[in-house]
């Protein structure tokens, strides 16, 4: 398992691995909102948690295809899937590693674009604990995800059609969690809710995406 | 150690290709598969290796005593040579890729990004995880493609190495690889009947 996850590691940070990219997607799109809606500091102060969760969401889809599309086109798939190790292990592994490569980035990074949206004081902390316990599940989401569409030309938005829905819940609350942290108020139990729903998500959708990718792999 | 097929019937895209292939083969020996392109050689040792299940019909050895190596090589082009064996290597528990690159006289070539190998190289890169994988039965599809005539001898050497070794080999190729084997003709185990028992329905996508 160390083994994979060093691999994909080293892999996403050499050339055209694409580590950054959804980092660098975030920062644009967190830094066009202000020119789209203008520079009203309250309306921008009202926004910030969501425009900061749906940009890291977004960030997040933009590296999902390269998860498992990469190895499929180059037979890595099919050797991984006879190695020893259960292919249930091989997609967490391959969560993990797309989470530490693009989600950890943005948690890093959202506080500093807070700044720039003028998140209210006590927002950040409760921002980057929302983010930091949400983006797992995005990640592990996304996984079950390319598992579907592993194999299909062109499969990306296809992939972003089925996985965005399953965002849903994990945006209404991640981005209720900051909201309320922002405005002062009581953030326990959307952060409770947050956190079950990672929890669920990271317990059940592996065994879920190594069967689609059995199927897949035939 | 043996490895026996019993009656195995296999199916390509749902329509089944071969039915009651069985064969028995026993440590130290190798196998050649022959028959036209589209009889399923390919289909066959897939269901070897465990990706994906036989229509009916048993293997007697577990999935985890297959390595196959197939049409692609699995390899990485942005990480070296020596990266790419030592991933397999660990992969399946193991540390020492000394001997694969050196079966494969891949040893001067180790700090090269495979990205920048010819194709002959890479497929030696592809063959040397083979020995990394420590596992008895080698399922091999076609694996002297684009391969030059000594590295074919290599590859024969490493084959035989590997059967002395008390190991197994079952190989689909065409060209003669220098290995004492048996051959078995597909051609007479084509599946006759066409009707599928599978409504799996793969039209949406």
Redesign the interface.
Known sequence: MRALLLRDLRLAVRAGGGFGLGLAFFLIVVVLVPFGVGPETALLTRIAPGILWLGALLACLLSLDRILALDWEDGSLDLIATAPLPLEAAVSVKALAHWLTTGLPLVAAAPVLGLLLNLPGPGYLWLVLSLAIGTPALSVIGTFGAALTVGLKRGGLLMSLLVLPLYVPTLIFGAEVARRGAEGMDPVTPLLMLGGLTCGTIALLPFASAAVLRVNLR | MELVVEDLAVARGGVPVLEGVSLRLTGGHALVLRGPNGIGKTTLLRTL?????PLSGRVSLD??E???A??????????SVE?NL???A????LRDIARALEAFRLGDLAGRLAGSLSAGQKRRLGLA?LIV?GRRVWVLDEPTVSLDREAVGWFGAAVRGHLAGGGMAVIATHIDLGIEAEVLELAPFRAVRRAVADDFDEAF?
């Open positions: 290796a465990g990706l994906q299940p999935r985890e297959m390595a196959y197939a049409h692609a090589d699995g390899i990485k082009a942005m990480l990266e030592r991933f397999w660990e992969l399946h528990g995880r994988t996508l």
